[in-house]
T-cell receptor, first 115, second 109 residues
């Protein structure tokens, strides 16, 4: 596609429910990133994919968070048993790595509200 | 561990005044430094990168390896510069990409 697409754009859920957030990166971009953006916390790194593998999952806040990427394209971030502190904007970005200039293209984000 | 520090959460300046947004990074490997900007109701986007040594919208940033800094500067701030600014680093040879906590710039009329 022309840009990075994320869905849903807004999600309101009840505490304890599971949610899935989807990211459709720019076609051909090999790297895909997930970040969490919340007030006062800036952009918190969650996980990145190189192709379908995730070399670094160190940013995932707890084992309730998981992510996968299939076919080197679409990625899904899953949050199980959501808590109120999970409320944030979840941003996805992708890049076609150019040596010395790895530039990220961001999606519009998925705003998650946990009641 | 890679770290990016932006000490100021909010910076307010008057239109026409110089502005400097600070960024310091932890030294490891061969860092690649970037500034990203998010205007109100817009997506986060690249502003500039150290390797290009370019000036975008009047902004420049110089990589100072001795001080491990990559401060963003503009000699004369404009109201349309009001936005959230994030400093970021990547490391050559990896895909990992870390952002600072961001600085909100408000340019007052």
């Amino acid at each position: 596609g022309a840009g990075v697409s994320q869905s849903p754009s807004n999600k309101v859920t009840e505490k304890g429910k599971d949610v899935e957030l989807r990211c459709d990166p720019i076609s051909g971009h090999t790297a895909l990133y997930w970040y969490r953006q919340s007030l006062g916390q800036g952009l918190e790194f969650l996980i990145y994919f190189q192709g379908n593998s995730a070399p670094d999952k160190s940013g995932l806040p707890s084992d309730r968070f998981s992510a996968e990427r299939t076919g080197g394209s679409v990625s899904t971030l899953t949050i199980q048993r959501t808590q109120q502190e999970d409320s944030a904007v979840y941003l996805c970005a992708s890049s076609h790595r150019v040596p010395g200039a790895n530039v990220l293209t961001f999606g519009a984000g998925s705003r998650l509200t946990v009641l | 561990a890679q770290r990016v520090t932006q000490p100021e959460k909010l910076l307010s300046v008057f239109k026409g005044a110089p502005v400097e947004l600070k960024c310091n990074y932890s030294y490891s490997g061969s860092p690649e430094l970037f500034w990203y900007v998010q205007y109100s109701r817009q997506r986060l986007q690249l502003l500039l990168r150290h390797i290009s040594r370019e000036s975008i919208k009047g902004f420049t940033a110089d990589l100072n390896k001795g001080e491990t800094s990559f401060h963003l500067k503009k000699p004369f701030a404009q109201e349309e510069d009001s936005a959230m600014y994030y400093c970021a680093r990547s490391t050559s040879g990896t895909y990992k990409y870390i952002f600072g906590t961001g600085t909100r710039l408000k340019v007052l009329a």
